[in-house]
């Protein structure tokens, strides 16, 4: 039951009554599996580009980055750098002095003069223990080199998020993933007029630090590229937050009494892609990128996919006017038809029992949504989700990206499509999100309100149940029209331990 107090918390936060009893009633009954009919692959739902068609896609993006159109690069950037350095934080805590023989830790030591940051590491072992990184390796003392990088004072890097973290060395300059983000949106993301958009979603404590690397960089790329940037920040909503459960379900209260709420997760970030009035919008993750020398794959299929898009967009947008018009035959509804079949790989069961009048009215509201293309790099073990075909709540069928913990693995033939999946989801969207009238569709309407996820966590020492919301590529653009587009491996980086940036593509 909620008292007065709790329900001023809950209008503080700018969330809904509604909203908190919403989470609370999911606690109860669970979220449930999403229903597939099979995993995408190049045979069914994944489409391969021809090098002598990538050209044709490319051309079309660059005509239409050629007028004066808003295009925005959306890097979601609050996380923390933690997770990277999870070996090195258990080495500290460890009560050996020497990392393993064998261990990631070792790996790091043996490598470390090849970290860009190694230069600034290397000073501030020199102000805190007075000794260089080499003598402080000789004589043993790796903690206190694991500590001058992890902590303060330091670098403090177990603390910063991966966007301000030194990526890359290049001969004169060093630059963090941050600086990387700039300099990539400055080959495929700029207008007529020179300008570069770039959107970063930061932590409330981080948002200073971020806005001074730009105002001390800002300008030395702009003169390197010949562009103007126009750089935005915007931190995950509070309205977005979401109540968290005891083991019975009721309202988790912390030692105070007060109701716990905690980040919804990334899917979050649906309010903020909706807060950006552009007309494409390119979604990249901070940690996925790569120095200049081995950007150019990167940047080709940025701007196929971008190609592919404005293209599809095109066409879409043709239909939805020649609806609008009254004036549209037999044959060109038939055209539309298999166009929605094949290009977008929406299916109806039911299309052959519906009237002329409700076939039409079918066809407007599957065109008249947001769209994506999605780049998928074949799968190679990586953890995360991947291109699907799912039944959705209106019965159709369409392309999704989905998360393992929103498949069924425990039913034989639902594991079979999971594991069957060849293909991986590595975060390369390339979105419209403006109808044929240049009117922005209002994000959040196009969720699946019922793809959310409960983990267990705990609270001063006790259990509770979180709530993640949709997430942002799968359940909160549920239903976009979406199209996946087969881009190599070289496109793909990530950053997810700190060794990653000792191989090759980051050197």
Not at 210 to 235: G, M, T
Not at 237 to 243: G, N, R
Not at 323 to 350: A, W
């Amino acid at each position: 039951m909620l008292t007065k107090e709790d329900l001023n918390q809950i209008k503080a936060k700018g969330i809904r009554e509604e909203q908190v009893e919403e989470q609370l009633a999911s606690f109860v009954k669970g979220f449930p599996f999403l229903a597939i009919t099979d995993s995408a692959s190049i045979e069914k739902g994944i489409v391969v580009i021809p090098q002598d068609k990538q050209l044709m896609y490319i051309d079309a993006w660059e005509e239409y980055a050629g007028k004066n159109k808003t295009i925005v690069k959306f890097v979601p950037a609050s996380g923390a750098a933690s997770r990277m350095f999870k070996d090195l934080f258990a080495f500290l805590d460890a009560d050996q002095p020497l990392p393993g023989t064998s261990s990631s830790v070792k790996h790091f030591f043996d490598n470390i003069e090849k970290f860009a940051f190694y230069e600034e590491l290397n000073t501030c072992c020199r102000v805190c223990h007075e000794k260089d990184i080499p003598e402080l390796i000789e004589t043993g003392r790796y903690r206190d080199i694991a500590s001058a990088l992890l902590n303060e004072p330091g670098l403090n890097y177990g603390q910063l998020p991966k966007g301000l973290l030194l990526f890359h060395r290049y001969p004169k300059s060093m630059r963090t993933a941050m600086e990387e983000h700039l300099a990539e949106g400055s080959m495929y993301a700029k207008n007529k007029a020179g300008d570069v958009r770039l959107h970063f979603t930061v932590s409330a404590g981080h948002e200073e630090l971020f806005r001074a690397l730009v105002n001390k960089k800002k300008a030395l790329y702009e003169n390197r590229f010949s562009v103007e940037y126009h750089i935005s920040f915007s931190r995950q909503k509070p309205s977005t937050d979401t109540i968290a459960a005891d083991m019975n379900n009721n309202p988790f209260r912390d030692n105070n009494g007060r109701l716990l709420f905690r980040p919804g997760g990334h899917g979050a970030l649906i309010e903020n892609l909706n807060d950006i009035d552009a007309d494409i919008i390119f979604i990249k993750n901070i940690d996925n990128v790569a120095p200049d020398s081995f950007k150019y794959a990167t940047v080709i299929y940025k701007k196929v996919l971008g190609g592919v898009l404005v293209r599809l967009q095109a066409k879409i947008h043709a239909y939805l006017r020649l609806i609008d018009s009254g004036k549209y035959t037999h044959k060109q509804v038939e055209e539309m038809i298999h166009f929605l079949q094949d290009e977008l790989c929406v299916r109806n069961p039911d299309i052959k029992y519906l009237e002329d009048a409700d076939l039409v009215l079918y066809l407007k509201r599957k065109f008249q949504r947001p769209i994506r293309v999605c780049g998928m790099v074949k799968n190679t073990g990586q953890p995360g989700g991947g291109p699907f075909f799912a039944v959705n709540q209106d019965g159709t069928i369409s392309p999704q990206i989905l998360e393992s913990s929103q498949i069924d693995l425990n039913d034989p033939a639902k594991k079979e499509l999971f594991e069957k999946g060849t293909h991986f989801n590595p975060v390369d969207l390339a979105c419209a999100v403006k109808d044929h009238n240049g009117i922005k569709y209002n994000l959040p309407d196009y969720a699946d309100k019922e793809t959310g996820f409960i983990s267990i966590k705990s609270k001063d020492g006790k259990e509770l149940k979180a709530m993640e919301l949709p997430g942002l590529w799968n359940g909160a653009m549920s239903d976009w029209n979406t199209v996946f587009i087969e881009v190599p491996a070289e496109t793909f980086s990530p950053v997810k331990a700190v060794n990653d940036l000792l191989k090759a593509e980051h050197q």
